[in-house]
């Protein structure tokens, strides 16, 4: 073959189009032709750097929807997460009770002393019992929070009732180490059992 003709096949060639009669002709040609042996190479080389670049070009938009789908959905689970931190602020952990908003008042029944706590403003009352105190006395800490659809505290959730079994055993180790501590957020105040039980009038 002549070397005009060989140079017009040689795309072909290197891109793997011609037939394996052709591939022969071509291949015997470029090694006995060292100018179209070296057009063939310098072709091959630029051909690949070619396919190359129009492959980066072709990923790229896909490289930018990727970076897009990926800022969307970063978007999306911090929005998520900042409107859970919110629920569970104003309808599940809520905020600390001011004392003024809180009516307390001590009863007996059933031969139990129960101190009855019930939040004004009407909003949903959460006590915490803290677990980390020993001893004759009890801290409860109170927080309040809005009512929701799916809450299910029962029918006053403004409500909470703390009870004491009145017995001989509590009669006898009666004294000033008895009591409960609430904590509001203006204040701490002490209920003793001894003042409770005088007021309720219990004989000791």
């Not at 011609?18 to 630029?46: A, G």
């Not at 959905?73 to 900042?82: D, E, F, G, K, N």
């Not at 949903?124 to 929070?145: M, Q, S, W, Y």
Request: hydrophobic share 35%; with cysteine.
């Amino acid at each position: 073959m002549k070397c005009e003709i060989i140079r017009d096949l040689l795309p072909s060639y290197i891109d793997g189009l011609t037939s394996e009669e052709s591939n022969l002709e071509i291949e015997k040609h470029i090694n006995e032709c060292s100018l179209c042996n070296d057009i063939y190479d310098h072709m091959r080389v630029e051909m690949k750097s070619q396919r190359i670049i129009f492959d980066e070009d072709r990923i790229k938009p896909f490289k930018k929807l990727n970076r897009r789908i990926l800022k969307s959905v970063v978007a999306t689970v911090l929005i998520c997460a900042m409107l859970v931190g919110v629920y569970l602020y104003f309808f599940t952990f809520g905020w600390k009770v001011n004392s003024e908003d809180m009516n307390i008042h001590y009863d007996y029944k059933d031969g139990s002393i129960y101190i009855e706590f019930e939040l004004l403003d009407g909003r949903t009352l959460t006590p915490i019992l803290d677990r980390h105190a020993f001893g004759p006395e009890k801290v409860i800490n109170f927080r309040e929070c809005f009512s929701s659809i799916i809450d299910d505290r029962g029918e006053y959730p403004n409500q909470f009732s703390y009870g004491i079994e009145y017995n001989e055993y509590f009669r006898k180790n009666l004294d000033d180490d008895n009591c409960v501590i609430l904590n509001f957020k203006d204040k701490t105040e002490i209920l003793y059992y001894k003042d409770i039980v005088k007021e309720l009038k219990l004989k000791k």
